[in-house]
T-cell receptor, first 113, second 114 residues
Framework: DARVTQTPRHKVTEMGQEVTMRCQPI?????VFWYRQTMMQGLELLAY????????DSGMPKDRFSAEMPDATLATLKIQPSEPRDSAVYFC???????????FGSGTRLTVV | AQSVSQHNHHVILSEAASLELGCNYS??????LFWYVQYPGQHLQLLLK??????LVKGIKGFEAEFIKSKFSFNLRKPSVQWSDTAEYFC????????????FGTGTRLTVIP
């Protein structure tokens, strides 16, 4: 089965450090989402890309978060500097533009201490 | 603005009981509808989806959902739940025209008691 691969699976870091999360979408998928999941807020959309171009990143705190797709096989989400409130599970999902369902990765569990 | 509502936050059932989880969306146009399941500690997995055609959709693991356009609803059902169905269930919507952003509901936690 094709999978969305996210690395790292777990990350513990100190406040103020830079964190980079990576996502390898399924080959051929042209739409990539980044979501953040917390107990309090549920699933929040941070950013999404179509054909590597950012379509919507309004859910992302711009002062510290950035999302990019340097190529079709890699999406990155960076937090600099990280804060304890960023602790969450970050999911990447990919799919086709027609909205034919999206496949989620296993997530990156981030803990900022 | 588009939104997805799941009114049941936590549902507790005994094994073999029937399940129905509510999902309502607010958007007047044509939508695609999804149910995802998230088992404890795992990622979201697609249970079923509706794009067009028969409004009664069958998914994996014995789940089904019915799209009722007049009620803007897409409720999830299962005739007899198992302990292994304990999970969080998310309803989601994309709009067929436009950016196909995936809007999620807040999720319903299902606990099945053996």
């Amino acid at each position: 089965d094709a999978r969305v691969t996210q690395t790292p699976r777990h990350k513990v870091t100190e406040m103020g450090q830079e964190v980079t999360m990576r996502c390898q979408p399924i080959l051929g998928h042209n739409t990539v989402f980044w979501y953040r999941q917390t107990m309090m807020q549920g699933l929040e959309l941070l950013a999404y890309f179509r054909n590597r171009a950012p379509l919507d990143d309004s859910g992302m705190p711009k002062d510290r978060f950035s999302a990019e797709m340097p190529d079709a096989t890699l999406a990155t989400l960076k937090i600099q500097p990280s804060e304890p409130r960023d602790s969450a599970v970050y999911f990447c999902a990919s799919g086709l533009a027609q909205g034919d369902g999206y496949t989620f990765g296993s997530g990156t569990r981030l803990t900022v201490v | 603005a588009q939104s997805v509502s799941q009114h049941n936050h936590h549902v507790i059932l005994s094994e073999a009981a029937s399940l129905e989880l509510g999902c309502n969306y607010s958007y007047g146009g044509t939508v695609n509808l999804f149910w995802y399941v998230q088992y404890p500690g795992q990622h979201l997995q697609l249970l079923l989806k509706y794009f067009s055609g028969d409004p009664l959709v069958k998914g994996i693991k014995g789940f089904e959902a019915e799209f009722i356009k007049s009620k803007f609803s897409f409720n999830l059902r299962k005739p007899s739940v198992q302990w292994s169905d304990t999970a969080e269930y998310f309803c989601a919507v994309t709009i067929q025209t436009g950016a196909n952003n995936l809007f999620f509901g807040t999720g319903t936690r299902l606990t099945v008691i053996p």
